[in-house]
């Protein structure tokens, strides 16, 4: 008796040591737009993507919380869905991500691909919309000088990549041409495989860079998730869609069968940098620990 419990806890210990999220100095999370998971896993209009899919880790049982966008976004960061207007303007008081890596000592930057300016907090100006950046809602930021610097233009990302200045956390938001929400620049009409050719082109341009990076390959972790299915997926809320978890301690090639949804990421991400505390709904979620190497 005493060897069948024995043998059960180790059992137990070893699958609890399996499932651990590894520390990191750089985690990227890349929000891609409105496309199920049976619209770009094994689309031939998205090589890279799936090519990553292949390499890396796929989350096949990922699915959003809800229709619209916003409030998707707002999961990812603050762990609830505070609102499904697109169109909202308010400051949300709500404990968010932010205020979490600022407590542990961390470091972050949004990058979102044409935004204006550095601390822009204003109205959309096309193709960058506001509703797809949500750290620039949050009071944390609003109300501080210092943190609004943390809002920038997607082009300081190649620069900070290239010189060792990413932050711990980084938010990459593409532009409505590059998300695969919109066609792409130069275009008035197109066909869905245009706008997820243009989304792909996108990642292989930008993206390849950082997998590549030394620093990133000694122990990054690199998100990319849909922000909601098509229209018309409302499994689960918003959707069956696509998750990848790409780095040096991933699984290759794994496929992993859990139900995950926003919120997991979100308590991935912060487990990943070390923080022990979460918000909203990250603090009951699963970190997404069966993806990585014990």
């Given at each position: 008796m005493k060897r069948i419990v024995l043998t059960t806890l180790l059992l137990t210990l070893s699958t609890f040591a399996a499932a651990q999220v590894p520390r990191s100095n750089h985690v990227v999370l890349v929000v891609e737009e409105n496309h199920s998971l049976s619209q770009?896993?094994?689309?031939?209009?998205?090589?890279?993507?799936?090519?990553?899919?292949?390499?890396?880790?796929?989350?096949?049982?990922?699915?959003?919380?809800?229709?619209?966008?916003?409030?998707?976004?707002?999961?990812?960061?603050?762990?609830?869905?505070?609102?499904?207007?697109?169109?909202?303007?308010?400051?949300?008081?709500?404990?968010?991500?932010?205020?979490?890596?600022?407590?542990?000592?961390k470091t972050w930057k949004g990058y979102a691909e044409s935004l204006p300016a550095t601390g822009y907090l204003g109205p959309d100006v096309f193709p960058y919309v506001r509703r797809h950046f949500p750290v620039s809602f949050f009071s944390d930021v609003v109300h501080s000088s210092v943190?609004?610097?943390?809002?920038?233009?997607?082009?300081?990302?190649?620069?900070?990549?290239?010189?060792?200045?990413?932050?711990?956390?980084?938010?990459?938001?593409?532009?409505?041409?590059?998300?695969?929400?919109?066609?792409?620049?130069?275009?008035?009409?197109?066909?869905?495989?245009?706008?997820?050719?243009?989304?792909?082109?996108w990642l292989k341009l930008h993206i390849a860079p950082l997998i590549a990076n030394p620093a990133f390959k000694t122990d990054g972790i690199l998100i990319i998730v849909f922000d909601e299915g098509r229209s018309g997926d409302n499994a689960h809320g918003g959707g069956h869609v696509a998750a990848l978890i790409i780095g040096p301690k991933v699984r290759r090639g794994f496929k992993s069968t859990r139900f995950y949804q926003h919120q997991n990421v979100l308590r991935t991400v912060l487990v990943a940098l070390g923080t022990r505390t979460f918000p909203g709904a990250a603090a009951v979620a699963a970190p997404m620990a069966d993806v990585f190497h014990p």
């Open positions: 770009v896993i094994g689309n031939p209009a998205m090589p890279y993507f799936n090519s990553l899919a292949s390499t890396y880790a796929l989350a096949t049982q990922f699915y959003a919380n809800t229709h619209p966008s916003i409030g998707n976004y707002f999961m990812l960061t603050t762990g609830n869905l505070i609102t499904n207007n697109d169109f909202t303007t308010a400051t949300v008081t709500a404990d968010n991500i932010v205020r979490h890596l600022l407590s542990a000592g943190q609004r610097l943390n809002l920038v233009p997607f082009s300081h990302f190649p620069s900070d990549l290239a010189n060792g200045h990413l932050p711990d956390f980084s938010l990459v938001i593409p532009n409505l041409q590059d998300d695969a929400h919109n066609c792409p620049a130069g275009l008035v009409t197109c066909s869905d495989a245009q706008i997820l050719h243009a989304a792909d082109n």
